[in-house]
C-alpha cells in the first residue's frame, strides 16, 4: 500500500515569512494529492490539491509543487500570518481507485 | 447544506463497554469513510463505502469494530468491547464520485472523541 512520509513535524516562522512542508510517497501509481488544514479542535479542511497532470497549482499565499520522478510534493505558504497556524496533512491516492493515505502532520506555529 | 454530522462528539466510556457512533454524510456523496486519528497523528482509514458497500474494510479490526451503512446514506460505528487503546477521535467523511473523478476530495466532520478509561 501507499506510504507517505510527511516532514518537519513542527515548524516555527514569524509572521511575513515563507513556510514550506514537504511529503514523499510511495507508490508511483498515486496520482492525487490534496492539502488539509485543521485548527486546533476542528475537522480537517481541503485546502489545496494537485493532480499529476500538473506540476504546480497557486491559490493566493498556498501553493504546491510536485514532482513525480522523485515521487515528492510540497506545501508552500508566502507571508504567513497568525491565522496560518494549524496542522497540515498531505495524503496521496489513486484517484478514484485508492482511498487517500495521509502524512502525520506538521504542526504550524505563526508568531506574530 | 450541513456538511458532515457526526454524533456523539465527545464520549468517555469504561473499557470492555460499547460505544457506537453515527454519521450524515453531505446530502447526494455516494462515499463515505471513516477514520481514526490519535493524538499528535493523521487520520487512518478504517472502513469506505461506495453507497452501501464497504469496498475497502482492510484496516478496520473486525474482532471488536463493526460498521454499517444502511440504504446508502447514514452510518455507524460500532467498538464491542471497548479497550484502551480505541481512545482517539472518530472522523467520518464523504465525498461525491462521479466515475474515477471526485472520490478523494472528502469532507470531514468534525469528529467524535472517544476517551476509554
Known amino acids: 500500500g501507499e506510504n507517505v512520509e510527511q516532514h518537519p513535524s513542527t515548524l516555527s516562522v514569524q509572521e511575513g515569512d515563507s513556510a514550506v512542508i514537504k511529503c514523499t510517497y510511495s507508490?508511483?501509481?498515486?496520482?492525487?494529492f490534496p492539502w488539509y488544514k485543521q485548527e486546533l479542535g476542528k475537522r480537517p479542511q481541503l485546502i489545496i490539491d494537485?493532480?499529476?497532470?500538473?506540476g504546480e497549482k497557486k491559490d493566493q499565499r498556498i501553493a504546491v509543487t510536485l514532482n513525480k520522478t522523485a515521487k515528492h510534493f510540497s506545501l508552500h505558504i508566502t507571508e504567513t500570518q497568525p491565522e496560518d497556524s494549524a496542522v497540515y496533512f498531505c495524503a496521496a491516492s489513486i484517484e478514484g481507485y485508492s482511498t487517500l493515505t495521509f502524512g502525520k502532520g506538521t504542526m504550524l506555529l505563526v508568531s506574530p | 447544506e450541513a456538511g458532515v454530522v457526526q454524533s456523539p462528539r465527545y464520549k468517555i466510556i469504561e473499557k470492555k463497554q460499547p460505544v457506537a457512533f453515527w454519521c450524515n454524510p453531505i446530502s447526494g456523496h455516494n462515499t463515505l469513510y471513516w477514520y481514526r486519528q490519535n493524538l499528535g497523528q493523521g487520520p487512518e482509514l478504517l472502513i469506505r463505502y461506495e453507497n452501501e458497500e464497504a469496498v475497502d474494510d482492510s484496516q478496520l479490526p473486525k474482532d471488536r469494530f463493526s460498521a454499517e451503512r444502511l440504504k446508502g446514506v447514514d452510518s455507524t460505528l460500532k467498538i464491542q468491547p471497548a479497550e484502551l487503546g480505541d481512545s482517539a477521535v472518530y472522523l467520518c467523511?464523504?465525498?461525491?464520485?462521479?466515475?474515477?473523478?471526485?472520490?478523494?476530495?472528502?469532507?470531514f466532520g468534525a469528529g467524535s472523541r472517544l476517551t476509554v478509561l
Open positions: 494537485i493532480r499529476s497532470n500538473v
Open positions: 467523511a464523504s465525498s461525491f464520485r462521479q466515475g474515477l473523478s471526485g472520490a478523494n476530495v472528502l469532507t
Open positions: 507508490d508511483s501509481a498515486s496520482n492525487y
